[in-house]
């Protein structure tokens, strides 16, 4: 079963940066490029939130309008490994933030729809202080 590790995130001033990484492993049978990999968000007291996500296979990227610009998506093939980095940051970004993988080639806003992801991480935090 595919898994996901999120790591990378903290505390942060506003306007700061940082980089999240989900390491994605247990493709069997498949392999990394047969993946959509997404990044949501989470604030107390609000809905999940997707922020951006990408097609494996050729790198097509969409973002939520709020973090365009600031946000960055990538992975990396030889270790199975998305990146969100931030930049920009400011207190309304605020939120636990998960990776999910879905194996369906997704593109555009389609795939920050959080319904269609079969595996999750567990979250990692992300504090933006004024």
């Known amino acids: 079963e595919v898994q996901l590790v999120e790591s990378g995130g903290g505390l942060v001033q506003a306007g700061g940066s940082l980089r999240l990484s989900c390491a994605a492993s247990?493709?069997?049978?498949?392999?990394?490029?047969?993946?959509?990999i997404g990044w949501f968000r989470q604030a107390p007291g609000k809905e999940r939130e997707g922020v951006s996500c990408i097609r494996s296979n050729d790198g097509i990227t969409y973002y939520v309008h709020s973090v365009k610009d600031r946000f960055t998506i990538s992975n990396d093939y030889a270790t199975n490994t998305v990146y969100l980095q931030m930049f920009s940051l400011k207190p309304e970004d605020t939120a636990v933030y998960y990776c999910a993988a879905v194996r369906v080639r997704l593109i555009g806003s389609v795939c920050i729809n959080d319904r269609l992801y079969d595996y999750w991480g567990q979250g990692t935090q992300v504090t933006v202080s004024p």
């Open positions: 247990g493709f069997t049978g498949f392999t990394f490029d047969d993946y959509s």
